[in-house]
């Protein structure tokens, strides 16, 4: 899960560096994934005791407000390459 969650800012932090709207939507599409390799994570770690249902409750809202905010961004990303 830590490596989950590194990656996504870590993709994000890449996607900043890039100057070309394909590369930033390629990074971004990257955070995003990681981001839902995170969510199923945690839905796996309450599924094998590893955690609670509310702490998973209280996550999942930071975690769908991350993914409706990098999908924004990667449409945004995508519509100036298409532009």
Known sequence: MRSAGVSVMSNLAEDCSRTRAPDQAHFSQIAFGSLLELDAQLQLS??????????YTNL?????ELVKKISALRASQLKRLNS
């Open 46 to 55: 309450v599924d094998l005791s590893f955690s609670s249902i509310d702490n």
């Open 60 to 64: 999942r809202g930071s975690i769908l």
